[in-house]
Nanobody, 116 residues
């Protein structure tokens, strides 16, 4: 099983910002496009953003215009900078392979709660 570790979640007010971090094994990090997903209570998991091994980002609704994906090749970390957060962004956020997530790679995720 691959160990992906997400961190950086928390409670934030509407309009606030958070930066999430995903630590991945080196071989995973170098070979696969990495993505951020989220799952809200009662809803399906959805893909937010993907970053290719070469660094090109792609975004999906509802991340467009508010979220930025990036990575640090030295640290083997992938980041999701989230701005202008809304209550509907409340969810557990996960990282995994982008677009084709591996079932053996889901971590525990990090909880993001947007509330006043």
């Amino acid at each position: 099983q691959v160990q992906l570790v997400e961190s950086g979640g928390g409670l934030v007010q509407p309009g606030g910002s958070l930066k999430l971090t995903c630590a991945a094994p080196e071989q995973f990090f170098r070979v696969y496009p990495m993505g951020w997903y989220r799952q809200a209570p009662g809803k399906q998991r959805e893909l937010l953003a993907v970053i290719a091994p070469g660094g090109r980002p792609d975004y999906y609704e509802p991340a467009l215009g508010r979220f930025t994906i990036s990575k640090d090749n030295t640290k083997k970390e992938v980041y999701l900078q989230m701005t202008n957060l809304r209550p509907e962004d409340t969810a557990v956020y996960y990282c995994n392979v982008g677009r084709s997530p591996r079932n053996d790679a889901w971590g525990q995720g990090t909880q993001v709660t947007v509330s006043s």
